[in-house]
């Protein structure tokens, strides 16, 4: 088990910035990760993957506007958040699994991950 601390969430208008920070308790490089997040009454969605191998991916709502990147020398995940919008108001989750190879579309499953943070809430106002 690794265990996974978020930071970074806060208060911002839209058109802002946020970048959101994932420390880990274990060496990242061993680990797939990803970022997930759950706005109220809607289910928790995966917007950004990051495979161990490599990879990475996005979902459409957020391509072009955040950025995934991971520091194993640190044993942290970032997500850099340009151009937010009110609908990404959301409490925003990091995961991780320690295995790797994954395509992009398994990344933003949440079903392969087996540790997750508490979350940290992200509020965009118009």
């Known amino acids: 088990q690794v265990q996974l601390v978020e930071s970074g969430g806060g208060s911002v208008q839209a058109g802002g910035s946020l970048r959101l920070s994932c420390a880990a308790s274990?060496?990242?490089?061993?680990?797939?990760m990803a970022w997930f997040r759950q706005a109220p009454g809607k289910e928790r969605e995966g917007i950004a993957g990051?495979?161990?191998?490599?990879?990475?991916t996005y979902t459409d709502s957020v391509k072009g506007r955040f950025t995934i990147s991971k520091d194993n020398a640190k044993n942290t995940l970032y997500l850099q958040m340009n151009i937010l919008k009110p609908e990404d108001t959301a409490m925003y989750y990091c995961?991780?699994?320690?295995?790797?190879?994954?395509?992009?579309?398994?990344?933003?499953?949440?079903?392969?991950?087996?540790?997750w943070g508490q979350g940290t809430q992200v509020t965009v106002s118009s």
């Open positions: 274990k060496y990242t490089g061993s680990y797939s």
């Open positions: 990051f495979d161990r191998d490599g990879v990475t």
């Open positions: 995961a991780a699994v320690r295995a790797g190879g994954h395509d992009a579309g398994r990344l933003l499953r949440e079903t392969i991950y087996n540790n």
